[in-house]
Nanobody
Framework: QVQLVESGGGLVQAGGSLRLSCAASGGDFSSLGMGWFRQAPGKERDAVAAIGWRGDSTRYADSVKGRFTISRENAKKTVYLQMNDLKPEDTAVYYC????????????????WGQGTQVTVSS
């Protein structure tokens, strides 16, 4: 089982940027596909971005394309989510998750989850 710890959330004004990090332990990180998801109050958990085990395959939700970038450093067992041009509708708890190998945007494909980090974007 993989343990995941997110960090980097906070309060930012609209148009600002944040970089989230997710540190993994307890597994072979280099064989894991990683995803970022978010859940706003009263809403379902939605996919944001995903990256394959080699880092050469990425997928994004339409709502964040061109603004968010997912990346990974296998040597540090860490995946990142660079978020630019943030909007109030990006406000949510952001979770990272792990699965074997590929990049997927379906929550059902992920086995291990972190506890989440709050991102709040003020208008």
């Amino acid at each position: 089982q993989v343990q995941l710890v997110e960090s980097g959330g906070g309060l930012v004004q609209a148009g600002g940027s944040l970089r989230l990090s997710c540190a993994a332990s307890g597994g072979d990180f280099s064989s894991l596909g990683m995803g970022w998801f978010r859940q706003a109050p009263g809403k379902e958990r939605d996919a944001v971005a995903a990256i394959g085990w080699r880092g050469d395959s990425t997928r994004y939700a339409d709502s964040v394309k061109g603004r968010f970038t997912i990346s990974r450093e296998n040597a540090k067992k860490t995946v990142y989510l660079q978020m630019n041009d943030l909007k109030p509708e990006d406000t949510a708890v952001y979770y990272c998750a792990a699965r074997l190998w590929g990049a997927r945007l379906d929550t059902a494909d992920y086995k291990d989850w972190g506890q989440g980090t709050q991102v709040t974007v003020s208008s």
